[in-house]
């Protein structure tokens, strides 16, 4: 188990847990330094921050963008922001209505397949907080359409399939100096995810580097030690630091959990050494 995790959700975004709730579990599996970094909403931030308060814990207050980068969607964490920051909550209000606008046209697509209701649905179950995809898979397996959250991105929400809308998201650019104004580190979440050819990648990580990204999360929840070492050899060739967090979604996951990630080598700059959390 690693005392850090940085990239956890709550029910502000797609999570089952309350931040109480992560906070506690956190604690219970031994993180010392903990962040949630809920999507396009820091909304968890507060009652988090006090809960780890109680235990002792070393809380970061983060968030996870959503971002459009050649067509595709990426995700940048910003870790150690300010949350009352006017411009990223300006950027995150107007992902959030993406997000809403999404919904409906991701509704549309499931009425074309004879699934009613779907956005109508969705919305309630998200309980007023951000709308997404995993709302949707939720939604189509509590109403039998599928058997498992797998089965309804691959049949339905995923890239690709009959229901899939991209999403308007932030420019690459514009997220990290979002997060920048916030005073906060970004970080490029679960690089092995977006399947990049390395010279995309390599692209990739000049341009983040050069609109003033800081690091790159090279440990994530049950990946590879070969793409761990992989993406260390990246952030140091590029410079950058590394950062590590389980994306922790809840206890439906039981092989995800918090702090529970792959050992990082020696020689590499975590990003809780410029935090003073080491
Ligand atoms: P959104 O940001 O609304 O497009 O939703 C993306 C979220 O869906 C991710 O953050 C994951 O939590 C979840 N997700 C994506 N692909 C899958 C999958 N194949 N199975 C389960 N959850 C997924
Ligand atoms: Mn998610
Ligand atoms: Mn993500
Ligand atoms: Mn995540």
């Known amino acids: 188990m690693s005392a850090y995790d940085l990239h956890t959700h ?3 975004s797609d999570g089952t847990l309350t931040p109480a709730e992560l906070v506690a579990r956190a604690h ?3 993180v010392k330094v903990l962040a949630l970094t809920d999507h396009d909403v820091t909304d968890g931030l507060t009652e988090a921050r006090a809960a780890a308060g109680a235990l002792g814990m070393r ?3 983060g968030v996870e963008i959503s971002v459009t980068w050649e067509r595709q969607t990426l995700h940048v964490v910003g870790l150690n922001i300010d949350p009352n920051d006017a411009i990223l909550q300006q950027g995150l209000s107007r992902l959030r209505e993406s997000r809403m606008q999404r919904a409906q046209e991701i ?5 074309k397949k004879n699934i009613a209701d779907a956005f109508v649905y969705t919305r309630a179950l998200a309980g007023g907080r951000v709308v997404s995809r995993t709302h949707f898979a939720r939604f189509l397996v509590m ?3 599928v058997t498992s959250m797998a089965q309804a991105f691959k049949d339905y929400l995923g890239r690709g399939r009959v229901a899939h809308v991209s999403g308007q998201w932030a420019r690459l650019d514009e997220a990290v100096a979002w997060i920048r104004s916030a005073v906060g580190i970004a970080v490029i979440a679960h690089p ?3 399947r990049l050819t390395s010279g995309k990648m390599r692209r990739l990580l000049d341009e983040f580097r050069a609109c003033g990204g800081g690091a790159i999360e090279v440990a994530t929840a049950s990946q590879p030690a070969s793409e761990t070492e992989h ?3 990246l952030a140091t060739n590029f410079g950058l630091m590394v950062s590590a967090g389980s994306d922790y979604h809840g206890p439906e996951k039981p092989w995800v959990d918090l702090g529970k990630l792959p050992v990082l080598a020696p020689g ?3 990003v809780w050494s410029t935090l003073g959390a080491n």
Do not use: D, V
């Open 268 to 270: 590499l700059i975590p």
């Open 10 to 12: 709550t029910i502000h």
């Open 107 to 111: 509704g549309a697509k499931l009425q």
């Open 192 to 194: 092995a995810r977006y």
């Open 143 to 145: 109403q039998g359409y």
């Open 59 to 61: 809380f970061i207050p």
């Open 231 to 233: 993406l260390s050899r």
């Open 28 to 30: 219970a599996n031994g």
